[in-house]
């Protein structure tokens, strides 16, 4: 994220971190631990909050476009606010509700690390217990597609993921898109 961060955008700089990760996904076997369930939503309406507006068909790279710092993330901070609070809270609850289960039967809740207020204000609204949410925005920033990967790692480090757990995880992303899954931990 730092090569399309501008620093002296302050909406932006402190947010975002660079970071990577990788999760093994493997088939079970019916009845073992295994994914439960997806949903995934995009919401083409986000585009002007959250966006990147030079590079692509639309803006070509050119000395103007650079001039102008289009090559940089930009957002409207409120609106992705909002929109995150209002769509993860609205997704993780469908994910649940489709499956007969409550915040509280969650065991751990791995959220993107977008912004704390946006995690904790979800995880108050759909029930969760607060032990069994998992922030690490303050040790590694947003790293935007890494945030969850690098959650379940801080999860298995404080010894919260035990087989056989309840997990959601939930993400919201530019654009806006906004996806949770609901699985059996395995391990």
């Not at 507006?53 to 050119?62: K, Q």
């Amino acid at each position: 994220m730092s090569s399309i961060i501008d620093y002296t955008d302050r909406a932006t700089c402190v947010i975002f971190g660079d970071g990577a990760g990788a999760v093994l996904v493997e088939p079970a076997a019916d009845g073992e631990p295994g994914f439960i369930d997806f949903l995934h939503e995009i919401d083409g309406s986000g585009g002007a909050a959250l966006n990147m507006p030079g590079g692509g068909s639309l803006n070509p790279p050119s000395h103007e476009t650079v001039d102008k710092k289009m090559h940089y993330v930009h957002q409207d901070g409120q609106a992705v606010f909002k929109f995150a609070v209002r769509k993860m809270v609205e997704i993780c609850e469908t994910i649940l509700k489709r499956n007969g289960l409550k915040g509280c039967d969650v065991t751990v809740f791995l959220p993107h690390q977008a912004n704390q207020r946006i995690i904790n204000a979800t995880a108050e609204r759909v029930g969760l217990k607060p032990e069994s949410v998992i922030i690490n925005i303050d040790q590694f920033g947003n790293t935007t597609a890494a945030t969850i990967p690098l959650a379940m790692q801080s999860a298995r480090d404080q010894g919260k993921l035990k087989k056989g757990d309840l997990v959601l995880l939930a993400s919201v992303g530019a654009g806006f898109t906004v996806g949770a899954t609901l699985l059996r931990w395995a391990y």
